[in-house]
């Protein structure tokens, strides 16, 4: 069985909608579908394209093959580095991909519902399908966002088991259904994916941050840990205006830094990657002045790997307990000079390093102590 798309519904005259309904006509079947079963309407056809196989009354699985829409046929081709975040209308974008991560590159602001597969005539490799999530809104004319901004709440609500309330008000949110469409058609042998889109949002689109902009971000952060993130988004913007950038791409500077809840993920990525387990060396340090004054060896010696390289390490002890280990040298005549050294070892203790014990018999107390 073959499913086919008919020609003479190809064509689309309004670009801003979706491409027309598609007229299905089976093959090689027992029994023949009427053009009122073959017709459905635009998401419903892009829906059932996605499927990777069909069952007909007396027929065979076999693949469904839509043949590509003329929606846009007359859209130029735009070659571009990365999607617009608000991404809208009828268009098409081409653009390089990593094929071990192919959806990275055509990422935009939309908000889009998990993407399926999909097949048409005339394209042989990947292909994928999305439809937008859609969007809640707010309908209390008395919501605090509605008294400050003079504007409904779109962005701001708790989602819990299908059901959307304003951080605001409380209030149930609206769902507005959002008709728009994206499909992927990935070329593996060029490195290049095209993407369509149709339909006009209802929704709002949300900052996109590119890898450059957040590779900036946390070098920020990287060289001043005390920069709050809300100062790295004024700095980027002002940066951009002092090396006397354009207006497009000021604003493209403002999307990719205007998320201060992604500024506050890219400053703890920052610290952990100076620190990678968020262990402080310089509280220790403090620590250690405060107990110099009491006993040397208490914290005898501390290195960090990010001064020299060298392995990092807390040396401690005790001054009675580093007497102890002096007496133990095998060359001596001391009391312990020939007892064995035991060292015990735990990786749960302090994540990322292991905690080493050393312990040897004593003689005259007959019994194992630690002095390390």
Same mark, same amino acid.
């Given at each position: 069985?073959?499913?086919?798309?008919?020609?003479?519904?190809?064509?689309?005259?309004?670009?801003?909608?979706?491409?027309?309904?598609?007229?299905?006509?089976?093959?090689?079947?027992?029994?023949?579908?009427?053009?009122?079963?073959?017709?459905?309407?635009?998401?419903?056809?892009?829906?059932?394209?996605?499927?990777?196989?069909?069952?007909?009354?007396?027929?065979?699985?076999?693949?469904?093959?839509?043949?590509?829409?003329?929606?846009?046929? &007359?859209?130029?081709?735009?070659?571009?580095?990365?999607?617009?975040? &608000?991404?809208?209308?009828?268009?098409?974008?081409?653009?390089?991909?990593?094929?071990?991560?192919?959806?990275?590159?055509?990422?935009?602001?939309?908000?889009?519902?998990?993407?399926?597969?999909?097949?048409?005539?005339?394209?042989?490799?990947?292909?994928?399908?999305?439809?937008?999530?859609?969007?809640?809104?707010?309908?209390?004319?008395?919501?605090?966002?509605?008294?400050?901004?003079?504007?409904?709440?779109?962005?701001?609500?708790?989602?819990?088991?299908?059901?959307?309330?304003?951080?605001?008000?409380?209030?149930?949110?609206?769902?507005?259904?959002?008709?728009?469409?994206?499909?992927?058609?990935?070329?593996?042998?060029?490195?290049?994916?095209?993407?369509?889109?149709?339909?006009?949002?209802?929704?709002?689109?949300?900052?996109?941050?590119?890898?450059?902009?957040?590779?900036?971000?946390?070098?920020?952060?990287?060289?001043?840990?005390?920069?709050?993130?809300?100062?790295?988004?004024?700095?980027?913007?002002?940066?951009?205006?002092? &090396?006397?950038?354009?207006?497009?791409?000021?604003?493209?500077?403002?999307?990719?830094?205007?998320?201060?809840?992604?500024?506050?993920?890219?400053?703890?990525?920052?610290?952990?990657?100076?620190?990678?387990?968020?262990?402080?060396?310089?509280?220790?340090?403090?620590?250690?002045?405060?107990?110099?004054?009491?006993?040397?060896?208490?914290?005898?010696?501390?290195?960090?790997?990010?001064?020299?390289?060298?392995?990092?390490?807390?040396?401690?002890?005790?001054?009675?307990?580093?007497?102890?280990?002096?007496?133990?040298?095998?060359?001596?005549?001391?009391?312990?000079?020939?007892?064995?050294?035991?060292?015990?070892?735990?990786?749960?203790?302090?994540?990322?390093?292991?905690?080493?014990?050393?312990?040897?018999?004593?003689?005259?107390?007959?019994?194992?102590?630690?002095?390390?």
């Amino acid at each position: 069985m073959t499913i086919e798309s008919s020609d003479d519904d190809n064509e689309s005259k309004n670009a801003n909608t979706p491409p027309p309904s598609y007229r299905l006509s089976v093959k090689n079947v027992s029994r023949q579908s009427s053009p009122s079963e073959g017709e459905s309407n635009s998401s419903e056809s892009e829906s059932e394209s996605t499927s990777s196989s069909a069952t007909t009354s007396g027929a065979t699985n076999s693949t469904i093959y839509f043949s590509p829409p003329d929606t846009w046929k &007359d859209v130029p081709l735009k070659t571009v580095n990365q999607l617009r975040s &608000d991404i809208n209308g009828l268009c098409k974008y081409q653009l390089k991909f990593n094929i071990n991560k192919r959806m990275e590159s055509s990422r935009d602001g939309r908000q889009w519902q998990r993407y399926v597969p999909s097949k048409r005539r005339g394209h042989s490799g990947i292909r994928r399908l999305a439809k937008c999530k859609g969007s809640y809104r707010c309908e209390n004319p008395h919501c605090d966002f509605m008294m400050e901004y003079n504007q409904p709440n779109r962005h701001h609500f708790e989602v819990k088991e299908n059901k959307a309330k304003c951080e605001h008000c409380g209030c149930d949110g609206l769902f507005v259904n959002c008709n728009a469409r994206k499909i992927w058609e990935f070329n593996d042998t060029l490195g290049l994916v095209t993407v369509f889109h149709y339909g006009d949002h209802s929704c709002q689109p949300s900052p996109k941050h590119t890898p450059s902009a957040d590779k900036v971000i946390t070098d920020m952060f990287k060289k001043n840990p005390k920069l709050k993130p809300s100062q790295v988004s004024v700095n980027c913007v002002v940066q951009a205006i002092s &090396d006397d950038k354009t207006w497009d791409e000021i604003n493209e500077v403002c999307e990719s830094v205007a998320n201060d809840k992604n500024n506050r993920n890219l400053k703890k990525k920052a610290v952990r990657e100076g620190n990678v387990h968020g262990h402080s060396f310089e509280a220790v340090g403090v620590l250690k002045q405060k107990t110099d004054n009491r006993d040397l060896h208490l914290i005898h010696k501390i290195n960090d790997r990010r001064l020299n390289g060298n392995p990092s390490y807390v040396f401690k002890t005790i001054s009675f307990k580093a007497k102890m280990c002096m007496s133990m040298d095998r060359d001596g005549d001391k009391l312990m000079c020939k007892e064995y050294c035991h060292f015990d070892g735990k990786v749960n203790r302090c994540t990322g390093f292991t905690t080493l014990t050393a312990s040897v018999y004593h003689p005259t107390l007959k019994k194992m102590e630690n002095w390390l």
